[in-house]
């Protein structure tokens, strides 16, 4: 926004917008990652199968 509010340069501005989007994916993957290993499994280990759902939808969030 501050940029647009600076009249930057349109390519600048599109050029950070994709900077923060894959910092944002980046972080998303080790976050799914250990969400995996820790909340999914222990929650497939203790029977709880919703979790496999919550994770497909999650999953289908994260593919749009």
């Not at 998303?28 to 759902?53: F, M, P, Q, S, Y």
Request: charged content about 30%; glycine content about 2%; hydrophobic content about 40%.
């Amino acid at each position: 926004k501050r940029m647009l509010d600076e009249d930057c340069y349109c390519p600048d501005i599109i050029t950070q917008v994709a900077a923060a989007n894959a910092a944002l994916n980046s972080f998303n993957k080790v976050l799914l990652a250990n969400h995996i290993k820790t909340c999914v499994a222990d929650d497939i280990r203790a029977g709880k199968d919703e979790t496999i759902d919550e994770l497909l939808n999650t999953l289908q969030k994260l593919m749009k």
